[in-house]
């Protein structure tokens, strides 16, 4: 039998093979610590305070748990653990659903206004574009409501036309809305509510 030579094209072909493998394993092995830096650079840059933990960064699933935001002694928002799952619009991630657990939001009547305080700096500017939110398993949140106070009215915006009176919602809302709307739905609630 003839011997095989190893022509000077495949042992470079091999060694940028090689090299690009070697590349991707160090890139896997820091995608943990680039996420963290890129969520604490959004956070800083809007001056909003946060700890969280990152217990699973996937291709498509990121997990953060023991979630805080805001002042740790008075937090606008915890929750035990955050899934965000993200899809591709044409060549560029996007956001999917976010699912979470355990969550508690801190609102406040300012003004007129719903203030979340820290996480109004993470919100959008306003714009006459319409309000939407990725997709959320509604029923999870509403079973969890429930768990922790069966009489808390709960309203649900969206732009589905599925039949949701198997949540029990106080008050559902469909798209368009506009946010006196939600103003008006939620004094109706309290207004109705015993809270």
Same mark, same amino acid.
């Not at 070697?22 to 959004?42: H, N, Q």
């Not at 997709?135 to 036309?161: C, F, K, M, N, Y």
């Given at each position: 039998?003839?011997?095989?030579?190893?022509?000077?094209?495949?042992?470079?072909?091999?060694?940028?093979?090689?090299?690009?493998?070697?590349?991707?394993?160090?890139?896997?092995?820091?995608?943990? %610590?680039?996420?963290?830096?890129?969520? #604490?650079?959004?956070?800083?840059?809007?001056?909003?305070?946060?700890?969280?933990?990152?217990?699973?960064?996937?291709?498509?699933?990121?997990?953060?748990?023991?979630?805080? =935001?805001?002042?740790?002694?008075?937090? #606008?928002?915890?929750?035990?653990?955050?899934?965000?799952?993200?899809?591709?619009?044409?060549?560029?991630?996007?956001?999917?659903?976010?699912?979470?657990?355990?969550?508690?939001?801190?609102?406040?009547?300012?003004?007129?206004?719903?203030?979340?305080?820290?996480?109004?700096?993470?919100?959008?500017?306003?714009?006459?574009?319409?309000?939407?939110?990725? #997709? =959320? #398993?509604?029923?999870?949140?509403?079973?969890?409501?429930?768990?922790?106070?069966?009489?808390?009215?709960?309203?649900?915006?969206?732009?589905?036309?599925?039949?949701?009176?198997?949540?029990?919602?106080?008050?559902?809302?469909?798209? %368009?809305?506009?946010?006196?709307?939600?103003?008006?739905?939620?004094?109706?609630? =309290?207004?109705?509510?015993?809270?």
């Amino acid at each position: 039998m003839p011997e095989r030579r190893w022509s000077g094209r495949r042992i470079a072909l091999l060694a940028l093979l090689a090299l690009v493998l070697a590349g991707s394993a160090l890139l896997w092995s820091a995608r943990k %610590p680039i996420a963290r830096s890129y969520v #604490d650079t959004l956070l800083a840059k809007n001056g909003v305070p946060a700890q969280y933990e990152i217990t699973h960064f996937g291709f498509r699933t990121q997990r953060l748990e023991h979630v805080l =935001i805001g002042d740790t002694a008075d937090p #606008d928002l915890t929750a035990d653990w955050v899934e965000i799952g993200f899809g591709l619009s044409g060549v560029s991630p996007s956001l999917r659903t976010i699912r979470a657990k355990g969550v508690r939001v801190r609102g406040r009547l300012v003004d007129g206004r719903v203030s979340f305080g820290a996480l109004d700096r993470l919100l959008p500017k306003p714009s006459n574009a319409p309000f939407f939110l990725p #997709d =959320i #398993d509604v029923a999870s949140i509403r079973q969890e409501i429930a768990a922790i106070s069966g009489h808390l009215p709960v309203i649900i915006l969206t732009d589905s036309r599925e039949p949701l009176r198997h949540l029990n919602p106080a008050c559902v809302l469909h798209k %368009p809305i506009t946010p006196g709307d939600v103003v008006n739905a939620v004094r109706r609630c =309290i207004a109705e509510s015993r809270i």
